[in-house]
């Protein structure tokens, strides 16, 4: 059995954010690719103190934002990486204080997001989570900061926020599955020797792909000779199989369900019968009818009877709040895009990819438009606008070249190839190399976070890839599952971000050990 699943509960409130696991661009992107030797940056690191107060305690530290180089086999320098850490004041040397190495996904996303709205000790105020925040906006002490249980370094993937290659050229050797994982190790590495933290113990932190990277990332330091305590993913992206509902992939069909019944429950578009059911109830039952009556479907393809065919249509309609005419018209599998255009339609309303209770005018009848996501537009602006001015008046880092807080360049140059079992066949995944971190390492603990209406990377694929994973029973029992309700980031809903930092403290607690 797994050692736990933390079932929050449900609260009508909150937003997901971040995209990050499928192969569409994130929010906050721009065109700009990295210009290489032509930036000018400070070339030695900003250093700072501070304090912040948490349930009545001072906690001071201290902040320092720069960059680590990249090098090549020839010595030569091809990128450099920005990054924020934050060291807790300390009268004893803090070497041996667990170390937290957290990043966002993309690919192409710088992590601003987890630095300003999750776990930094300064975030950015914005409210409920769901509606704009008007300007100005409030850098406000985070009493869900981790700072206060492990040591914080937010580091920015070449191409994203400051990071960039030295040539543009260099771009191939950054921009790829493994070719990602390569850089950040050794961004890892190098912070570890230069910060004299190779006793603390390491945690990886990632957010959607960075789920991937990070599950990439266990193992790939364990071969490089560092062993990680632990690895926490929100939102994880693992592995494509179970997220590219495409022709011809059938797995995401029959995962999408679950969440498109929770988005459907939420807005009373849902069949009936199911309104006034309790979520996690209702859940069960969906998951337990996707996974046989829905799936067994979907394998016998034509071979299904016209009885047969009618009666899962029915039920498909009946789960997810859409006709009966369009689930035939896309032959049982609805596209999630589709989905999130076309529940709310009769009144002009579409459903965010990032969180499936939150909705905005619709501007489009058919299609999902990324541009127009509101979650998209309603953390964007206060999280770069914040940003740029904590950077300069805050960390004292000042310089006149634009933060990306996402590229929209990287995805549609992304080497998919790499991190593909085969070579260049199949769908890219990590999470074979988590499972092998896992039967290396006995301590090595697994911390997963999953927002129910997350339309993104939905629970049931994340729980599928995790109980998929070819591990022994004792080593599943130390990946902690926990589902909040909220959308793709959780940590952007008060309530459920509370929630992630108390099941958090337990989690590096238990670790520890």
């Known amino acids: 059995m797994m050692k736990k699943v933390v079932f929050i509960e449900l609260v009508v409130l909150g937003l997901g954010i971040t995209f990050g696991g499928l192969s569409l661009p994130v929010f906050g992107q721009t065109n700009q690719t990295s210009t290489g030797a032509s930036a000018i940056f400070p070339e030695t690191a900003s250093v700072t103190q501070h304090e912040i107060t948490l349930d009545g305690n001072i906690l001071s530290y201290r902040a320092t934002t720069g960059f680590l180089p990249c090098y090549n086999e020839k010595g030569e320098k091809t990128a450099r990486m920005f990054y924020t850490a934050y060291t807790k004041a300390l009268d004893k040397k803090t070497s041996t204080r667990p170390l937290t190495i957290a990043f966002n996904g993309g690919p192409g996303s710088s992590s601003i997001y987890l630095h300003m709205a999750a776990f930094g000790p300064k975030v950015v105020s914005l409210g409920n989570g769901i509606d704009l925040t008007r300007p100005p906006y409030r850098v406000v002490d985070n009493r869900n900061t981790l700072l206060d249980i492990t040591d914080l370094v937010f580091v920015d993937p070449v191409g994203t926020g400051f990071s960039e290659t030295i040539q543009q050229d ?64 929100i939102s994880p992206a693992l592995s494509y199989t179970s997220l590219v509902d495409v022709p011809g992939n059938d797995i995401p069909y029959i995962h999408n369900v679950s969440a498109m019944a929770a988005a459907a429950w939420y807005h009373q578009k849902i069949d009936v019968p199911y309104r006034e059911a309790n979520l996690d109830d209702l859940l069960q039952e969906v998951r337990s009818w996707s996974e046989e009556e829905y799936a067994r479907a979907l394998w016998q393809g034509n071979a299904l009877s016209e009885t047969e065919y009618t009666e899962v ?21 609805v596209p999630m ?10 009144e002009r309303r579409s459903i965010s990819f990032y969180d499936g209770r939150v909705t905005t005018h619709s501007i489009w009848s058919n299609e999902y438009s990324f541009q127009d996501d509101p979650i998209v537009i309603n953390t964007t602006g206060p999280l770069v606008t914040t940003f740029n001015s904590y950077l300069k008046q805050n960390l004292r880092f000042s310089t006149d070249r634009k933060y990306i807080p996402i590229n929209l360049t990287i995805e549609g140059r992304w080497d998919w190839a790499s991190g593909m079992p085969a070579g260049d066949m199949g769908y890219p995944e990590t999470f074979t190399s988590l499972g092998r971190a896992l039967r290396k390492a006995d301590f090595l603990q697994v911390f997963v976070a999953i927002g129910l209406f997350d339309m993104a990377c939905v629970h049931d694929a994340t729980i599928y890839e995790i109980q998929r994973m070819d591990i022994p029973p004792e080593a599943l029992a130390r990946i902690t599952i926990t589902l909040y309700s909220a959308g793709h ?25």
């Open 170 to 233: 260099d771009e191939k050797l950054f921009w790829g599955v493994e070719e990602d994982i390569d850089s950040m190790a050794e961004f890892i590495r190098l912070y570890l020797t230069r910060n004299e933290r190779w006793e603390s113990p390491l945690f990886i932190a990632g957010e959607s792909y960075g789920g991937m990277r990070a599950a990439g990332l266990s193992a790939h330091l364990q071969d490089m000779g560092i062993y990680p305590t632990g690895i926490i993913l």
């Open 337 to 346: 895009y589709r989905f999130l255009a076309k529940l709310l339609e009769k």
């Open 313 to 333: 249509a029915r039920q498909l309609a009946a789960y997810t709040g859409l006709s009966e005419e369009l689930i035939r018209a896309h032959n049982l599998r």
């Open 489 to 513: 980031m959780s940590y952007t809903d008060p309530v459920s971000h509370h929630k992630l930092k108390e099941n958090l403290v337990n989690f590096y607690r238990d670790a520890l050990k």
